[in-house]
RNA sequence: GUGGCCUUAGCUCAAUCGGCAGAGCAGCGGAUUGUGGAUCCGCAGGUUGCGGGUUCGAUCCCCGCAGGCCACCCCA
């Protein structure tokens, strides 16, 4: 019973597995760079305005997820955690004019969002997602450059049997009809609804195709589906971005009733699933484009597209799986038990660690023994012996892993380490 | 936000019918005072999540709260 704890919902990544995010998020850098998407990072918080007005006042994040800010003051502003990215790093494109950049621009991002949900295994209230959105460009061909980047996330963060979904969810060209037809097509079984659907057969129909309620099912497999209403524009981009997919070997399932969880999502969505072991969190990325977005949130009318990954569910999935790694173990460590000698060990450390060499020291007093006993546990390839009489540079270098020791002069000792760090790691 | 299950040492878990709270791992220290991973011995570690109630007596039964998990809701 600890005086204090993280609050509900957040968690200290401790050592090993703040080692797996590290690693995630340098598959993320790597894959950014090589894709032409630069860094960008924006408020933990904006206007709260910025979220209810991009992402839709009747969704679920705004209306009963979002982290709101209370003010300090009666005219001090109302602010709220970044549920998202998307949002906010619209803002900054029209804040500071990007539109005059070179289209599209290409930005990502690597942080914590916030939503105040009911915690569950892989959904907490903080946390972390590398975003990826292309502004000013208007697809299709984009669409499937992004939605192939995050498939090659996945298996490049040891991922295999990631599936991919797609649909396209229309624009305002031919979206507010269709949801008219659904909205309509429910009505008419509107008795057999329970009482949350038949709320949202108001305030959005959409919504009602991805229920789970079970007494749904069938009325879900005989809804008009939108695939089957977009406008011509709409139904040639999606046929092109399919035709890219399929290009790029792409493959993914087609699924009529994603619709997605925000308001601004225009066109193509996709999200990224894996059957989780039991009862994990299966949505493990997912994104879309959003035409209506950038002018909604005061610039010109401009085309994006963008997903966000949610690195905690991958994580949790390599866990699960027994694929993520721990920390690399150092490349020696410096021990002896001589009391006169430890002025000596740390020097020698602080030496080889100039040398840009990982190696810890052991400054405690315990018996060599138990030293070597921790070394090993370590995982270090070597142990360093300084004993008395090592000022003049005499050292025992033993290699942990076959069983071999030697003396060595202190001057050669960066060195030796050095060689054997790098056949050790192209070996 | 709704319903259900769970909470004992740092971690994973025991404790018979309500009768003095235990083990493994991890940590620390030893094993004729200087050589290792799974050898042996020992030490330390607990207000049994928190607060009430019932009882001579509660880890155990009842209520509330908190946290975790599961299914919804929803999503990353």
New binding site residues.
Partial sequence: ?PTF???????DLLPPERAVFGRLEAVARDLSRRYGYREMETPLFEQAAVFERGIGEM???IE??LFRLVPRSEEGEVWALRP?ATAGIVRGYVQHGMHTWPQPVKVSLIGP?F?Y?????????Q?W?WDVEAIGDPGPAIDAELIELGARFYREAGLDDVLLLLNSIGDTECRPAYVAELAAYFREHAVQLPD?ERR?LETNPL?LL????PSLAALQARAPRIVDRLCPACAEHFGAVRSHLDTLGIAYRLEPAL????DYYTRTAF??YREGA??????????GRYDGLVQLLGGQPTPGIGF???L??VALNLQSSGLAEGQRPPLAVIVG??PAATAERLKLATALRAEGLPVRADL???????Q??????D?AHF?V?V???SENGAL?L????????RPLAAVDLARELRRAESSHRHG
């Fill in positions: 019973m704890r993280a609050p509900r919902g957040t968690r969704t679920d994040v009963k997820e998202e969002m939503r949900d009911r915690p569950q295994a892989g959904r907490y209230r946390f997602q949350l949202r919504r991805d229920s789970k309620d619709v997605r969880g925000l999200e990224y039991e009862g994990q969190q299966q949505a493990l990325g997912g994104g966000a990954l949610g905690d569910r038990a001589e405690s007093r315990r018996k060599l023994g138990r070597l006993e921790g070394a090993a546990r995982g142990a012996i004993a008395e009489g025992q033993k290699d942990l892993q076959a069983g071999t020791q």
